[in-house]
């Protein structure tokens, strides 16, 4: 009998093991699910000008077409939210990934302005699915340390920030027509569908975090999401979002157009401002060991500067690839992370996933006009004035907005017992 209770104990614990193996390989597929997204991202404002050649856009509209993808992620991030309160999240994860690799595929197809316009806008409001289940998904996770767990998210963007631009320049190079990576990318977003559907389970997607006493639960933040530290993270993500997205969506036009630098070249700096954006994790830890609102005030003052020397300060190709690094490990690995998690700290538990949506529309909402707004500018004015107001200036709003936050009514982790 004692050599029977051995052996069951024995298989308890081997089966312990194997599901801790099977909830980590799934929770590293969900992170790493991200990186085909900012692939996905990445490419279009690096084919921009072979596109922007051969349909005839003006800079306006080629900016436009650059980030129109943000609009659809605005429109899907709060009917995401909501969704997930009644289906599961890799359920609704899988179904994001398979709506924007649809429409990068069937983008190539697109007759004109306005047939391509729609399938850009389409692509984002399955990244938003994606986006917003994921968020929800590892903030509930790593309960505990929200703003690490958004960090290796962001460091998965990363990956696909570093990994999109390079592929995506060595395509265009070897076949000549700016369709061969929108295919191949395309593909790609369902070789991961058949990862996530295969080896990741539902334990590890559908974990819920509540008040009480377990652990990983969480004490404070607002009961509805109608309260000031929401409103202000809202107007945080606003300014973050057209910031980013003005930079994501024209620089690379700005670096061949204006500099005139290769398309090759151009690949290779944007691919070092994803080496910043790894940096995520880093600022993450920040996010979660330090008070909030210096966190915030002084990585926009410091987004503020690299804003404003992307298109006063030097422009050659050593100094753009510095400030590019630069501008991912402040704005993308930074402010972006950090403004992810509180949002979701913001609330109450029960309220994550609707806040993680809120956070998705609000700075995809910004973002949407962000490229168009850009584009504008520089046409009126030049690229120079064009940077000053919407990276630097709007970045100086922000620090003020950050010191009106209320530390002391968001959300904390519980307390274990001794």
Same mark, same amino acid.
């Given at each position: 009998?004692?050599?029977?209770?051995?052996?069951?104990?024995?298989?308890?614990?081997?089966?312990?093991?194997?599901?801790?193996?099977?909830?980590? %390989?799934? *929770?590293?597929?969900?992170?790493?699910?991200?990186? +085909? /997204?900012?692939?996905?991202?990445? &490419?279009?404002?690096?084919?921009?000008?072979?596109?922007?050649?051969?349909?005839?856009?003006?800079?306006?509209?080629?900016? %436009?077409?650059?980030?129109?993808?943000?609009?659809?992620?605005?429109?899907?991030?709060?009917?995401?939210?909501?969704?997930?309160?009644?289906?599961?999240?890799?359920?609704?994860?899988?179904?994001? +990934?398979?709506?924007?690799?649809?429409?990068?595929?069937?983008?190539?197809?697109?007759?004109?302005?306005?047939?391509?316009?729609?399938?850009?806008?389409?692509?984002? *409001?399955?990244?938003?699915?994606?986006?917003?289940?994921?968020?929800?998904?590892?903030?509930?996770?790593?309960?505990?340390?929200?703003?690490?767990?958004?960090?290796?998210?962001?460091?998965?963007?990363?990956?696909?920030?570093?990994?999109?631009?390079?592929?995506?320049?060595?395509?265009?190079?070897?076949?000549?027509?700016?369709?061969?990576?929108?295919?191949?990318?395309?593909?790609?977003?369902?070789?991961?569908?058949?990862?996530?559907?295969?080896?990741?389970?539902?334990?590890?997607?559908?974990?819920?975090?509540?008040?009480?006493?377990?652990?990983?639960?969480?004490?404070?933040?607002?009961?509805?999401?109608?309260?000031? /530290?929401?409103?202000?993270?809202?107007?945080?993500?606003?300014?973050?979002?057209?910031?980013?997205?003005?930079?994501?969506?024209?620089?690379?036009?700005?670096?061949?157009?204006?500099?005139?630098?290769?398309?090759?070249?151009?690949?290779?700096?944007?691919? *070092?401002?994803?080496?910043?954006?790894?940096?995520?994790?880093?600022?993450?830890?920040?996010?979660?060991?330090?008070?909030?609102?210096?966190?915030?005030?002084?990585?926009?003052? *410091?987004?503020?500067?690299?804003?404003?020397? &992307?298109?006063?300060?030097?422009?050659?190709?050593?100094?753009?690839?510095?400030?590019?690094?630069?501008?991912?490990?402040?704005?993308?690995?930074?402010?972006?992370?950090? &403004?992810?998690?509180?949002?979701?700290?913001?609330?109450?538990?029960?309220?994550?996933?609707?806040?993680?949506?809120?956070?998705?529309?609000?700075?995809?909402?910004?973002?949407?006009?962000?490229?168009?707004? +850009?584009?504008? &500018?520089?046409?009126?004015?030049?690229?120079?004035?064009?940077?000053?107001?919407?990276?630097?200036?709007?970045?100086?709003?922000? +620090?003020?907005?950050?010191?009106? %936050?209320?530390?002391?009514?968001?959300?904390?982790?519980?307390?274990?017992?001794?």
């Amino acid at each position: 009998m004692a050599l029977s209770s051995t052996q069951t104990a024995a298989g308890v614990d081997t089966r312990t093991g194997a599901a801790r193996v099977l909830a980590f %390989l799934g *929770i590293a597929i969900v992170i790493g699910s991200y990186f +085909i /997204n900012a692939m996905d991202r990445a &490419l279009f404002p690096l084919l921009l000008p072979e596109v922007r050649r051969e349909y005839g856009f003006a800079l306006p509209e080629a900016g %436009l077409m650059s980030t129109v993808f943000t609009i659809g992620m605005a429109l899907a991030g709060l009917p995401t939210g909501y969704l997930m309160s009644r289906y599961a999240r890799k359920s609704v994860a899988q179904i994001g +990934i398979f709506i924007f690799s649809a429409a990068t595929l069937v983008t190539v197809l697109a007759a004109g302005f306005t047939d391509m316009l729609f399938y850009r806008a389409l692509t984002g *409001i399955g990244e938003a699915m994606q986006l917003t289940a994921l968020l929800a998904i590892v903030s509930s996770y790593f309960a505990q340390h929200r703003a690490v767990g958004i960090g290796a998210l962001n460091c998965a963007y990363g990956v696909g920030a570093v990994l999109g631009p390079f592929l995506g320049a060595a395509m265009l190079s070897a076949y000549g027509t700016w369709r061969a990576p929108m295919i191949a990318f395309g593909l790609m977003g369902f070789a991961i569908m058949v990862l996530v559907a295969l080896f990741v389970r539902r334990q590890v997607t559908e974990v819920k975090v509540a008040s009480g006493t377990t652990r990983g639960a969480t004490i404070g933040g607002a009961q509805t999401l109608r309260n000031r /530290n929401t409103f202000l993270l809202v107007l945080l993500s606003c300014i973050a979002g057209l910031a980013i997205f003005g930079f994501l969506g024209m620089y690379p036009t700005y670096l061949r157009e204006q500099l005139h630098f290769t398309p090759a070249d151009t690949g290779k700096i944007m691919s *070092i401002y994803g080496l910043g954006v790894l940096a995520s994790v880093g600022g993450g830890l920040l996010g979660d060991r330090l008070p909030m609102r210096p966190v915030l005030a002084v990585s926009f003052m *410091i987004a503020a500067g690299i804003g404003w020397l &992307l298109f006063n300060g030097p422009a050659d190709f050593a100094a753009q690839a510095v400030l590019a690094f630069a501008f991912g490990v402040a704005f993308s690995g930074t402010i972006y992370v950090n &403004l992810a998690a509180y949002h979701v700290k913001a609330v109450s538990g029960e309220l994550s996933g609707r806040a993680s949506g809120i956070f998705v529309t609000s700075f995809y909402a910004a973002a949407s006009v962000a490229g168009y707004a +850009i584009g504008w &500018l520089a046409a009126e004015f030049g690229w120079t004035r064009a940077g000053d107001l919407q990276l630097c200036a709007a970045c100086l709003v922000g +620090i003020l907005l950050a010191f009106a %936050l209320k530390p002391d009514q968001m959300a904390r982790p519980l307390a274990e017992p001794a």
